[in-house]
């Protein structure tokens, strides 16, 4: 136990001689290069995080809300709306509900023209469960008694500055207060005042249009207490699943997903991402490795008489070895340290200042504190692996050998 102890204190003291004697520019150095390499490991990771927890709310706050009712397969529209609406209330777990219509028509202004996803809603409903009137960019909300009005998706008005993703397929420019022409499939036509314009940030979003439930059941009789979709809204103690499994056990003809479950999209490219971030994450590791190996090696090579003078003298070749071992984990260490310091008080808050523009929404950095020790536990046995190596090496050598250079 004595000799273990031993080793251990003399390996410490080497470590604490080898660092205050030693280069300090080499030893910031490394340090930096190891809290670069650390932020690297976690950068694609929260831009992931990040990239993912926007897509959810987004999905579940503009399309779908937590849990969507549809018509069944086959069917366009559920008859007995109100029916069925008051069903959904009474499920526990239900906060509120958003009955809609969809339909396509073409719409036309100015020459431009194109085929858009028309939803017709009850606006206050709509309002409650999903925040598309949180986002009118230009003119006003609907109402409920709006006849005539509609309001248009960035994305379809598009802009004269191009300056929307779809813009190619957009009516360039559309503004409150222009009137447009829409034909329905049936072929009839009816002229619309655009009163307000919404940009969620979410392009799936604002690829579409709204009209009020009242217009619409208005110029089509037939389908008056008919709805395509339900967007159900749950309390936030409610579970999703739960919520979901109670509304398919409801004796209707309906078919039920949770947003979960229309988030294809995002399954996609979070899996895409995934890879990209396991490639990166192992080549960051491989330089962070090789960073140590060339700092170690360089050492270990300019001190290689000195190693075999304190073998000569009675130092043990562990108590050696633990020195050059514990260098490089405090490389690690601290490098871990000042890329925490810098990512949590530089990077992150620079990303809430200005986040990412993409076309799910605005992305900022979310980090889960577990997978970024995780990453620094992984820097740390590279950091090992890469001082082990070459002062493995240099004791393999016999002692005259060490202290003639050889």
């Not at 086959?74 to 499920?91: F, K, S, T």
């Not at 936030?236 to 999209?265: C, F, H, Q, S, Y």
């Not at 050696?320 to 514990?326: D, F, P, Q």
């Amino acid at each position: 136990m004595k000799r273990y102890l031993r080793t251990i204190r003399v390996g410490v003291f080497l470590t604490v001689r080898s660092i205050t004697r030693g280069s300090i520019g080499t030893t910031v150095m490394t340090v930096f290069m190891m809290a670069m390499i650390f932020m690297n490991l976690i950068f694609l990771t929260a831009i992931i995080n990040g990239l993912t927890n926007t897509a959810q709310k987004q999905i579940i706050n503009t399309l779908t809300g937590h849990v969507l009712v549809e018509a069944p397969a086959g069917e366009l529209y559920m008859p007995r709306a109100n029916y069925v609406y008051q069903q959904l209330l009474d499920v526990p777990g239900v906060q509120n509900i958003s009955a809609r219509t969809n339909f396509s028509a073409e719409i036309t202004i100015s020459g431009e023209q194109g085929s858009y996803r028309g939803v017709a809603i009850d606006p206050a409903q709509e309002a409650m469960v999903t925040t598309v009137a949180e986002h009118i960019v230009s003119g006003r909300y609907l109402k409920n008694d709006d006849t005539n009005k509609l309001i248009l998706g960035n994305q379809v008005a598009g802009d004269k500055n191009n300056d929307v993703e779809m813009q190619a397929y957009s009516l360039k420019g559309a503004q409150v207060g222009d009137w447009v022409n829409l034909q329905f499939s049936n072929g009839r036509s009816q002229r619309f005042e655009v009163v307000g314009i919404f940009d969620t940030d979410f392009v799936q979003a604002d690829n579409r249009f709204f009209i009020s439930q009242q217009e619409f059941f208005a110029l089509f009789k037939e389908y008056k207490n008919h709805a395509s979709e339900f967007a159900v809204k749950i309390t936030p103690t409610a579970d999703v699943n739960t919520v979901a499994d109670d509304i398919k056990a409801l004796p209707l003809k309906i078919k039920t997903r949770t947003w979960k479950e229309t988030a294809g999209i995002v399954d996609s490219f979070t899996s895409s991402f995934d890879m990209v971030n396991v490639i990166v994450s192992f080549a960051g590791l491989l330089v962070a490795g090789i960073t140590i190996f060339i700092v170690m090696y360089i050492d270990v090579i300019n001190r290689k008489r000195q190693i075999g003078i304190l073998r000569a003298i009675g130092i043990t070749e562990n108590s050696i070895a633990l020195s050059y071992l514990m260098r490089a984990l405090l490389y690690a260490f601290f490098g871990v340290i000042l890329g925490m310091l810098i990512f949590k008080f530089a990077i992150i808050p620079l990303f809430l200042q200005h986040p990412l523009k993409l076309p799910v929404g605005q992305v900022s950095l979310m980090i889960a504190y577990s997978l970024m020790y995780v990453r620094a536990l992984a820097l740390f046995v590279v950091a090992f692996l890469g001082s082990y190596i070459p002062i493995q090496r240099v004791l393999r050598m016999h002692i005259i050998e060490a202290i003639w250079g050889k």
